[in-house]
């Protein structure tokens, strides 16, 4: 039976008083430091070709986890290493890997965040997009995004919003602004960025990951 696999975990920090003064007609929205959970990960029956080495590897991509402060961070980390229960998230080369174990490295991530300026260097890429049915039961949604945001439309009419968090600070703030979205963050957030160690000096040296 096929599982998943976790390779690494990154925690990109973004200071709150940056964050607040990209939005001075909404004080009081950010009393602490926002984060954004990243999580190198890929299923056990899908492989690809070392891009070096040349030998078959799993393959593995780039998710968003959790976005908002650390509590917010570490909460969902607990669901998500409730799927360690049943052997379905493992750590690589690990048979088993505890619910514990799995929210030891979120937290060891989450302890040692990287800058924005430090995931840009590294080539990450984060791609968010809004449309009207996930902010609909935000009332101030669509002014703050049609005030701050380009906006596009679908073949059905819809608006929908772009931004780029890793890009622009504003960008960020008003992702972080929107802490009750109905769906989880790899649901609307499009993540990229390098999955072996010769694509990102550094990245992967880092206690808290495992490569192949």
């Given at each position: ?184 963050p790899w649901s609307f957030i499009a ?22």
């Open positions: 039976m096929s599982h998943t696999i976790s390779y690494k975990h990154l925690v990109v920090k973004f200071q709150h008083q940056l964050l607040q003064e990209q939005l001075p007609d909404y004080p009081h929205s950010f009393w602490r430091d926002q984060f954004i959970l990243l999580e190198l990960c890929g299923p056990s029956n899908c492989t690809t070709f070392h891009p070096v080495t040349g030998r078959e590897v799993y393959t593995r991509d780039w998710t968003t986890r959790a976005k908002g402060d650390a509590t917010e961070i570490i909460e969902e980390a607990c669901r998500s290493a409730s799927y360690c229960e049943g052997r379905n998230l493992r750590f690589y080369g690990e048979r088993d890997t505890t619910p514990e174990r799995y929210i030891r490295r979120v937290r060891s991530a989450l302890s040692a965040p990287v800058s924005v300026a430090e995931a840009n260097q590294w080539g990450i890429s984060l791609q968010v997009q809004l449309d009207q049915k996930l902010v609909k039961d935000a009332p101030y949604a669509t002014d703050l995004l049609n005030q701050h945001t380009s906006w596009d439309e679908n073949d059905a009419g819809e608006r929908y919003w772009r931004l780029y968090p890793l890009n622009s600070l504003k960008d960020a703030a008003i992702l972080f602004k929107f802490r009750f979205l109905p769906l989880s993540t990229s960025g390098p999955c072996f160690e010769h694509e990102a000096r550094g990245l992967f040296t880092t206690s808290n990951s495992r490569a192949a």
